[in-house]
């Protein structure tokens, strides 16, 4: 059993406390793992075995930040995120691998650096929705805080780790948990909390901006009050985005995002320009809302694939479609990787990897395995290519879209004319 502690980022004041803190933990039995995110070239100055540090550069977002380490060990049973100046009790992770055998996730007390009680509730489990609804309430404090949640690793993954919003992103996943399933609360102190003190305490909505942007998301086809489920799954909104978008792609779009533009607009919009290839056009859309947006996992995954097909650096959008494993989000990328015909073998392979990952899910699926052809042939394995194509083929006479299945099987015959000449003498070209 391992407990795994991400630090996403850290000041140097804050080794001798916040990272000592972590690396202090009582977990009984269980092994001990604490991950630290710095700036590259940073150094803590701090050697043991139990720490492994990540660089990441210093724009990056802390949710992405804490996703990169909280995906490097997948090996974990319990997962737990320690904030900077902040200091974990000795025996919080004991108790969270006491509370996580039964609850998938969990939290606890908070103290502020003088002892006082911020986050309290009685004991017990926390009830679906409370948390958000406290959340969207103007006044007030949360009973359960975000930094004193902790979570059985299988169901963090499962939840596809933090949005990327640029605040809140803790709040947005204990939320999100919550509705998936109810926590277990202990009113013992976890953690105390050092930064923000009197905002946290006082006032926690006016903390950012966008927290009723990402609360508005998360309660999208819902009533507040309601405890029915969703009209739609997330996947299900995007698929009929992204059809309405297919609709009118030709049709104009706009050039900037405009005040009262809705988050389905934007997303419609957004499609519309991926469908047409207009890289440098969608970055510059999505930039045009300054964040207004950014709690969105799709209108994310389509803003940076586009800015790695229009700039040529691929890194930030495969590791966000790595840790964001949905079909959708993913063929996103698969298209913008095949349609700027890059020859980075180094993207390829990823690409080569996550179509398997959709094939593991549905090994018919028409269009991965067209994918498969195609990067490939550009990897220069011919005769692994014409082995997909073949497979391709046959997944196709099975399509129920005459239309989907004439566009895929004109594209196999382009890419039978460029593999053929590669192909050992003799090696016949199916149809």
């Known amino acids: 059993m391992l407990s795994h502690i991400v630090i996403g980022r850290i000041s140097a004041e804050n080794v001798a406390t916040t990272l000592s803190s972590a690396l202090a933990q009582l977990t009984g039995t269980g092994d001990l793992a604490v991950t630290v995110v710095v700036e590259r070239g940073q150094s803590l100055g701090v050697t043991d075995p139990r720490l492994t540090v990540l660089e990441a550069d210093a724009e990056a977002p802390i949710a992405e930040r804490e996703n990169l380490a909280a995906f490097s060990r997948p090996d974990a049973t319990t997962l737990r995120f320690l904030e900077d100046g902040d200091l974990l009790l000795p025996t919080a992770t004991g108790d969270d691998v006491a509370a996580l055998t039964d609850a998938p996730w969990c939290a606890g007390g908070a103290a502020d650096s003088g002892g006082s009680v911020i986050n309290r509730r009685g004991a017990g489990t926390v009830p679906s929705r409370t948390v958000l609804e406290e959340w969207v309430a103007d006044t007030a ?31 947005a ?54 405890t029915a489920a969703p009209s739609m799954s997330q996947e299900q909104v995007w698929t009929r985005i992204s059809d309405e978008a297919w609709k009118t792609y030709t049709e104009g779009t706009a050039t900037e995002v ?4 809705t988050l389905w607009e934007v997303l419609t919009q957004a499609r519309k320009f991926h469908y047409r290839f207009a890289w440098a056009a969608l970055v510059r859309y999505v930039d045009s809302a300054e964040g207004r947006f950014d709690h969105d996992d799709y209108l994310r995954a389509m803003y940076l694939t586009a800015k790695a097909a229009w700039r040529g650096d691929w890194t930030t959008a495969i590791l966000f479609t790595q840790e964001h494993q949905v079909p959708r989000i993913v063929h996103l990328l698969l298209t913008a990787v095949f349609e700027t015909g890059t020859a980075d073998p180094v993207v390829l392979e990823a690409a080569v990897n996550l179509t398997q990952g959709i094939l593991d899910a549905d090994s018919r699926s028409a269009v991965a395995l067209y994918r498969m052809v195609s990067f490939n042939r550009l990897l220069g394995r011919y005769e692994t290519a014409e082995r997909w194509r073949r497979r391709a083929l046959d997944a196709i006479s099975a399509l129920d879209n005459p239309g989907l299945s004439d566009h895929l099987r004109e594209r196999l015959l382009v890419e039978a004319v460029t593999i053929a000449p590669h192909l050992p003498r003799g090696e016949e070209i199916p149809a």
């Open 258 to 261: 405009a005040p009262t533009d």
């Open 173 to 226: 996943l204990m939320a999100r948990a919550n509705e998936v399933a109810a926590g277990h609360y202990r009113t013992s102190q976890i953690l105390v909390l050092r930064p923000y003190i009197e905002t946290l305490r006082m006032r926690p909505r006016t903390f950012g901006a966008d927290r009723p942007l990402i609360a508005r998301a998360l309660l999208e086809g819902r009533d507040a009050a309601s």
């Open 141 to 171: 404090a949360l009973t359960v805080h975000p930094n004193t949640a902790a979570y059985q690793f299988k169901f963090f993954a499962a939840l596809g780790g933090f949005p990327a919003v640029s605040y809140g992103h803790r709040t």
